[in-house]
Nanobody, 123 residues
Framework: QVQLIESGGGLVQAGGSLSLSCAASGRPSSYYIMGWFRQAPGKEREFIAATTTTGNIADYEDSVKGRFTISRDDAKNTVTLQMSSLKPEDTAIYYC????????????????WGQGTQVTVSS
């Protein structure tokens, strides 16, 4: 059974940077896509970014493109989300996800979820 554990959340001032990491256990297939969603209080979960083991490519939601960078270490089964130029609207719980299809952007298209890590960006 696959388990995903996020880490690195915290409080940061607007304009600052933060890096989130996710470790996958249970021998996930290298075919799987790893990515990130986020959910602000009272809002639906939103796709942020995903990356594939099939080449060094990534998919980003428009609001974070150019500010966030997703990377993956396949040997360690980890994925990292490096966030910069953070804005108060980036405040949310960030979830690590594992799925099968690159380009998927909906909650139902991802099979495994981490417990979430809180990111708070102050003004």
């Amino acid at each position: 059974q696959v388990q995903l554990i996020e880490s690195g959340g915290g409080l940061v001032q607007a304009g600052g940077s933060l890096s989130l990491s996710c470790a996958a256990s249970g021998r996930p297939s290298s075919y799987y896509i790893m990515g990130w969603f986020r959910q602000a209080p009272g809002k639906e979960r939103e796709f942020i970014a995903a990356t594939t083991t099939t080449g060094n490519i990534a998919d980003y939601e428009d609001s974070v493109k150019g500010r966030f960078t997703i990377s993956r270490d396949d040997a360690k089964n980890t994925v990292t989300l490096q966030m910069s130029s953070l804005k108060p609207e980036d405040t949310a719980i960030y979830y690590c996800v594992l799925g099968r299809y690159f380009g998927a952007r909906y909650v139902s298209q991802y099979e495994y979820w981490g417990q979430g890590t809180q990111v708070t960006v102050s003004s």
